[in-house]
Every structure is written in C-alpha cells, then in structure tokens.
Nanobody
C-alpha cells in the first residue's frame, strides 16, 4: 500500500503563493488518484483538488479552481499543489490523500501540513 507524506506548508501574507508537495512512500502512485483536502478546526474537511496519476486528469473544487493548480512529477513520484493569490480564509491544515482507481474513498492519508495566510 502507498504512504503519503506532505511538505511545503508555512506562513505567507495574503496575495502570496505556496507550493505543497505530496510524496509517495512504499510504492508509486501508479493506479491511484491523489487528492488534496483542507480542514479548519471545528469544520469538516473539504476537497480542494485531485489528479489521476496515470492519465493526469484533474478535478478542482469550484472555490479553488481559479487559484490552485495540481500537478505531478513522475520522476519524483510526487504530486504538487500550487496555490496562488492566497487569502486568509485559505488558512487550514492541508492533507494529501490517495485512493485506488477502483475505490471511491480516499484510504491513505498524510499527516497534514499547516498553511497560515495573514492579512
């Protein structure tokens, strides 16, 4: 089974950019869908974006599609989430997750990485 490890979070001022990374461990992402989610304390976790590793097909949440880009690097076995024009309301813990193509639910989750956007 795959394990995922996020990195790249941090603090940035409004209008700035961050790139989050999600690396696979234990095996490659081949045959998986990789997604990014975020959660604010006291709120439900929400979907941000996902990518089919093999085909590269991308899906974005309506709230994010104008400011985020999900991509993959096969050589590094890593998925990236580029976030631009960040707003204070983007402050959250961002999680990377993976699911097999045959599954509906994301079963493999990382530990999360904090993103803080100050005004």
């Amino acid at each position: 089974q795959v394990q995922v490890v996020e990195s790249g979070g941090g603090s940035v001022q409004a209008g700035g950019s961050l790139r989050l990374s999600c690396a696979a461990s234990g095996r490659t992402f081949s045959g998986y869908v990789v997604g990014w989610f975020r959660q604010v304390p006291g709120s439900e976790r929400e979907f941000v974006a996902s990518i089919f590793w093999s085909s590269g097909r991308r899906t974005y949440a309506d709230s994010a599609k104008d400011r985020v880009t999900i991509s993959r690097d096969a050589a590094k076995n890593t998925v990236y989430l580029q976030m631009d024009s960040l707003k204070p309301e983007d402050t959250a813990v961002y999680y990377c997750a993976a699911r097999r193509l045959s599954e509906k639910e994301f079963d493999y989750w990382g530990q999360g990485t904090q993103v803080t956007v100050s005004s």
